[in-house]
């Protein structure tokens, strides 16, 4: 049987281990409550931490989806008035199209109508120049030169234009044989009547130098002394050899006295004695430059306009007759 002391003993180390354990614990649940605090406290951390994350989040997705919206309306605003611009520009285009294609329309329809109205009045002037009788074709002539050919197709502007020169040929044809035969019958006013006609339509060749002859003949006699001077000046400058030349050279002189160009008459008078000193109206050439001296003088009064100057003394009167259509030969040809 055992000690008593031995079994106090083993019960006090019994507790003693016990109440070392129950320490070990107590402490062991004290650790263990303060990492639970802790834990605890890390816990309510990162739960602060999410909460505040998701608050920076939703914030960001809210501030995102403003943005985005914002971005959004703007580029839909943008969208819009680059639309609005772009359709503006695109009608105000169209619209400009649209004015230009109406006015083209517009001037391609008047051409049209004046295209029209020309090839009728076309028609109408070569009518004019081939229907009416006798000289009243030459009013096809006038007719044509108020036309717009401009309007006309080239076969057209030359079938008028031929047309109108063989009229011109033709009716100056018979405007200069009237005239030559007037001028022989000595009918001055019907020289001046038919061969100015003939000049108006421009004539060239010995035709028109000799119709100049004639008709400066006929506006001397005629006292037109203003029409006679170019006449007269066209045949002395182009027959320089004409056996009529003299007589025209007098009758210049005479022209030029009457209209007051006393020194050209006698620059005339001068060269037609120098050049023909033999010639039949020398005396009178010489008359002629007596009479442009008085006046220039001043110891005589100039005649009166229309009056033939008075003959200077000594000197033959003026040729009371022109030269008859055989005396009046051109260059090249025998009296």
Not at 32 to 37: A, E, H, I, S
Not at 66 to 94: H, K, M, N, P, Q
Not at 205 to 219: M, R, S
């Given at each position: 049987?055992?000690?008593?002391?031995?079994?106090?003993?083993?019960?006090?180390?019994?507790?003693?281990?016990?109440?070392?354990?129950?320490?070990?614990?107590?402490?062991?649940?004290?650790?263990?409550?303060?990492?639970?605090?802790?834990?605890?406290?890390?816990?309510?951390?990162?739960?602060?931490?999410?909460?505040?994350?998701?608050?920076?989040?939703?914030?960001?997705?809210?501030?995102?989806?403003?943005?985005?919206?914002?971005?959004?309306?703007?580029?839909?605003?943008?969208?819009?008035?680059?639309?609005?611009?772009?359709?503006?520009?695109?009608?105000?285009?169209?619209?400009?199209?649209?004015?230009?294609?109406?006015?083209?329309?517009?001037?391609?329809?008047?051409?049209?109508?004046?295209?029209?109205?020309?090839?009728?009045?076309?028609?109408?002037?070569?009518?004019?120049?081939?229907?009416?009788?006798?000289?009243?074709?030459?009013?096809?002539?006038?007719?044509?030169?108020?036309?717009?050919?401009?309007?006309?197709?080239?076969?057209?502007?030359?079938?008028?234009?031929?047309?109108?020169?063989?009229?011109?040929?033709?009716?100056?044809?018979?405007?200069?044989?009237?005239?030559?035969?007037?001028?022989?019958?000595?009918?001055?006013?019907?020289?001046?009547?038919?061969?100015?006609?003939?000049?108006?339509?421009?004539?060239?060749?010995?035709?028109?130098?000799?119709?100049?002859?004639?008709?400066?003949?006929?506006?001397?006699?005629?006292?037109?002394?203003?029409?006679?001077?170019?006449?007269?000046?066209?045949?002395?400058?182009?027959?320089?050899?004409?056996?009529?030349?003299?007589?025209?050279m007098l009758l210049l002189a005479h022209s030029l006295e009457q209209t007051g160009q006393l020194d050209k008459a006698a620059a005339v008078?001068?060269?037609?004695?120098?050049?023909?000193?033999?010639?039949?109206?020398?005396?009178?050439?010489?008359?002629?430059?007596?009479?442009?001296?008085?006046?220039?003088?001043?110891?005589?009064?100039?005649?009166?306009?229309?009056?033939?100057?008075?003959?200077?003394?000594?000197?033959?009167?003026?040729?009371?007759?022109?030269?008859?259509?055989?005396?009046?030969?051109?260059?090249?040809?025998?009296?």
């Amino acid at each position: 049987m055992p000690m008593p002391t031995e079994s106090v003993t083993d019960h006090s180390k019994e507790l003693s281990d016990i109440k070392k354990e129950v320490v070990e614990a107590r402490n062991l649940v004290i650790k263990t409550d303060n990492l639970l605090k802790s834990f605890h406290a890390e816990l309510k951390a990162v739960a602060r931490q999410n909460e505040e994350f998701a608050r920076k989040q939703w914030m960001s997705s809210a501030v995102a989806y403003v943005l985005f919206a914002a971005l959004a309306v703007g580029g839909a605003i943008l969208v819009s008035s680059a639309a609005t611009r772009s359709s503006a520009g695109d009608r105000e285009r169209l619209e400009k199209q649209v004015g230009e294609l109406t006015a083209q329309q517009e001037q391609l329809k008047r051409d049209a109508a004046a295209n029209a109205q020309a090839r009728q009045s076309a028609a109408d002037v070569y009518r004019m120049m081939t229907t009416l009788p006798g000289d009243e074709r030459l009013k096809g002539v006038d007719a044509l030169v108020k036309l717009d050919v401009a309007r006309l197709s080239p076969l057209e502007r030359s079938a008028l234009n031929d047309r109108a020169e063989l009229l011109r040929k033709e009716v100056g044809a018979m405007a200069f044989e009237r005239g030559r035969t007037a001028f022989r019958r000595n009918d001055m006013q019907g020289t001046a009547e038919h061969l100015s006609r003939f000049m108006a339509m421009n004539p060239t060749g010995t035709d028109a130098t000799e119709a100049a002859f004639f008709l400066g003949v006929a506006y001397n006699q005629l006292r037109k002394y203003d029409q006679a001077i170019p006449m007269l000046t066209r045949f002395m400058d182009t027959e320089k050899r004409s056996k009529n030349r003299d007589y025209a050279m007098l009758l210049l002189a005479h022209s030029l006295e009457q209209t007051g160009q006393l020194d050209k008459a006698a620059a005339v008078a001068r060269d037609a004695l120098g050049t023909y000193p033999d010639s039949e109206f020398a005396p009178q050439l010489r008359g002629r430059l007596a009479s442009v001296k008085r006046l220039q003088s001043g110891t005589a009064a100039p005649a009166a306009p229309g009056q033939a100057p008075a003959a200077a003394p000594g000197a033959a009167p003026a040729p009371a007759q022109p030269p008859t259509a055989t005396t009046a030969a051109p260059a090249g040809q025998t009296q």
